[in-house]
């Protein structure tokens, strides 16, 4: 079993900035693919970003040039750097970590507010 803690997320004016960060309990962190996911009142969760074991990344269109997904292997963490926040990115955001046969694994969520 693989736990996922999201730390980060808060209340922030449009135009700004937060860093989402993910830390996982395995040793097999390494291997695995990363992803964000966000969900918002009454929406089904969408994928934001995610990152590769060799650090290939890959972004929603609604997200291309304000955030930028990362990962720290040795310390076995992730992160979202976002930027140029909008009200529309309101959401409470998930991280998912995966093996290539498909089992993944779900943080508890971090809730993002942005004020207009």
């Known amino acids: 079993q693989v736990q996922l803690v999201e730390s980060g997320g808060g209340l922030v004016q449009a135009g700004g900035s937060l860093r989402l960060s993910c830390a996982a309990s395995?040793?097999?962190?390494?291997?695995?693919?990363i992803g964000w996911y966000r969900q918002a009142p009454g929406k089904q969760r969408e994928l934001v970003a995610t990152?590769?074991?060799?650090?290939?990344?890959n972004y929603a269109d609604s997200v291309k040039g304000r955030f930028a997904i990362s990962r720290d292997n040795p310390k076995k963490a992730a992160y979202l750097q976002m930027s140029s926040l909008k009200p529309e990115d309101t959401a409470v955001y998930y991280c998912?970590?995966?093996?290539?046969?498909?089992?993944?694994?779900w943080g508890q969520g971090a809730q993002v507010t942005v004020s207009s």
């Open positions: 998912n970590a995966a093996y290539n046969s498909g089992r993944d694994f």
């Open positions: 395995t040793i097999t962190f390494s291997v695995m693919k």
């Open positions: 990152i590769t074991p060799s650090g290939t990344t």
